[in-house]
């Protein structure tokens, strides 16, 4: 039985969406510093982030927002994880990049026990 094989075989990206949670959870980092501690490209790294975003019922993506080094100025509204080029204030490139953090989704579901009879 032949069956095609991902190249990246899913355990593989568990385990390194593992090192990244237990990194997050221990304080806050940038794509950079993620990266370079779980061994993957940035590109990866905003990979994970997203999904870990998405997936809110296990734990909360906390993100401290690129900020401006010139002038200060907050990328608030910036829904995306990624670094902006650009401060579009004062045309400065010299940006802080996000943080980020994640903190445990409190288990706000209770469990239903049926008890019929
Ligand atoms: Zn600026």
Redesign the pocket.
């Known amino acids: 039985m032949k069956a095609k094989r991902p190249f990246v075989p899913p355990e593989r990206r568990e385990t390194v969406r593992h090192r990244l949670v237990d990194l997050l959870s221990d304080g806050s980092a940038d794509a950079r510093e993620l990266s370079a501690a779980a061994g993957i490209p940035e590109r990866e790294v905003y990979d994970h982030l997203e999904q870990i975003r998405h997936n809110r019922h296990e734990y909360t993506l906390v993100v401290t927002p690129a900020a401006?080094r010139?002038?200060?100025?907050v990328f608030g509204k910036r829904e995306r994880v990624t670094k902006p080029g650009k401060?579009p204030?004062?045309r400065?490139e010299h940006i802080i990049p996000p943080k980020f953090a994640i903190e445990p989704t409190p288990h706000h579901r209770p469990r239903k026990d049926h008890h019929e009879g």
Do not use: D, L, P, T
Not at 70 to 73: A, Q
């Open positions: 401006c010139g002038c200060g100025f401060c204030v004062c400065g």
